[in-house]
């Protein structure tokens, strides 16, 4: 305790040179600041083995016929609309197999083509009243049983039928083959054409581009798009955060002095840390983000306990405040600084905003404290 009182006295002795500290923060932020950079890859959040990634990848091409990241949607605003834009989107796709741009690809076309295209395959087949017997003789010709195809042609010589719904073929014997094309998407219908082997993605996307309906997605665009989401709504609750202590500690202390030494050593612990982490190469995450509101809490914390401690009337007061402080310090620095030392990106990020910024607190406050104040508030 009397370390701690003598190195608190130590610091109002200085307290010229005090100045320079904020001033050198400042020049260091100014200089640092702009090269900061949002990360918004969601994979670099992730950590797994080198050899256990190539074993998945060996394993999924075994086991899965269709790309697990990209693939192409067909929208519409009803079933019959989706399913023509996705009779669009199965022509434009055996163009780009025939280019050597895709391997394959997996869609519901084959089995239930959209209504247009029903309409025109049962215009042929019923508008020819020949087409049966001509049928019936093809088949006896090639071999095949007799009357193995009765019905089939019975059919063709009754009246045309409605074109064939998603929710018939659903509910026939190829319901299972079926069911997992078809998405909802708020007020809107979608069928999934599944990718295989894609050899040349952005020569894909140009050959849909002019189809209307037709998206051709990358799941990671849309985990990279939610990343970078969440990083701005985290980034706007941390700047109402810190518009939120600083009205509170204005309305508890009514005096600016006191209001900017309990404030300002958290914001510049926050500006020091983003600071930092800019230098080490490290962008800013979602968990960067996160982690600086727990140090912006904290710092704010420890300058509170100096401020009213200078108000109490015991001489013993800050030294006894900045001891506590101290302590808690080390104890979240001994934590989070295991976390900074893991190979998961995660937890390193965690834990090194976590250290560099609650020491950046522990540090700026006191020193704030014994450069703004008098011996006494005036």
């Known amino acids: 305790m009397a370390r701690v009182d003598r190195g608190f006295s130590w610091l109002m002795q ?19 600041l702009p090269s900061a950079k949002w990360n918004s890859d969601l994979a670099s959040l992730n950590y797994m083995d080198q050899g256990l990634l190539e074993e998945d990848r060996r394993v999924q091409q075994q086991v899965s016929l269709s790309e697990q990241m990209r693939l192409v949607v067909a929208l519409g605003d009803d079933e019959a609309e989706a399913l023509n834009v996705n009779d669009e989107v199965a022509v434009r796709l055996r163009e780009s197999i025939a280019a050597g741009e895709l391997v394959n690809q997996r869609s519901v076309a084959a089995l239930l083509p959209g209504p247009r295209l029903q309409e025109a395959i049962a215009a042929i087949a019923f508008g020819d009243a020949s087409l049966p017997d001509r049928l019936a003789r093809l088949f006896r010709e090639e071999g095949f049983a007799e009357g193995a195809f009765a019905d089939f042609l019975e059919f063709l010589g009754g009246p045309r039928p409605l074109p064939l719904t998603f929710d018939e073929l659903l509910a026939s014997s190829a319901g299972a083959l079926v069911r997992i094309f078809r998405v909802s998407l708020g007020d809107r219908v979608g069928f999934v054409t599944y990718l295989q082997g894609v050899q040349n993605e952005e020569a894909i996307e140009a050959r849909l581009v002019d189809v209307p309906g037709a998206v051709f997605l990358r799941q990671s665009d849309l985990f990279n798009s939610a990343q970078l989401d969440y990083q701005r709504s985290t980034a706007q609750l941390l700047g109402w955060g810190l518009l939120a202590v600083f ?8 005096e600016p002095r006191r209001t900017l030494i309990s404030f300002l050593p958290s914001l510049l612990a926050a500006g020091v840390t983003i600071s930092v982490l800019t230098l080490m190469g490290r962008g800013l995450d979602l968990v960067s983000l996160t982690a600086l509101l727990f140090v912006v809490s904290m ?12 108000d109490d009337s015991n001489p013993q007061s800050v030294a006894a405040a900045l001891a506590g402080a101290t302590l808690a310090c080390f104890s979240t620095v001994v934590t989070f600084g295991l976390l900074s030392l893991s190979d998961h990106p995660v937890l390193s990020n965690l834990g090194l905003t976590a250290v560099v910024g609650i020491v950046s607190s522990l540090l700026l406050a006191p020193t704030s404290l014994a450069l703004a104040s008098p011996r006494r508030w005036g």
């Not at 710092?299 to 200078?310: E, H, K, Q, R």
């Open 14 to 32: 200085r307290r010229r040179w005090l100045g320079l500290v904020p001033v050198v923060l400042i020049v260091f932020m100014a200089t640092v």
């Open 247 to 254: 009205c509170l500690l204005a309305l508890r202390y009514r």
């Open 299 to 310: 710092g704010v914390d420890y300058s509170v306990f100096l401020v009213d401690a200078f």
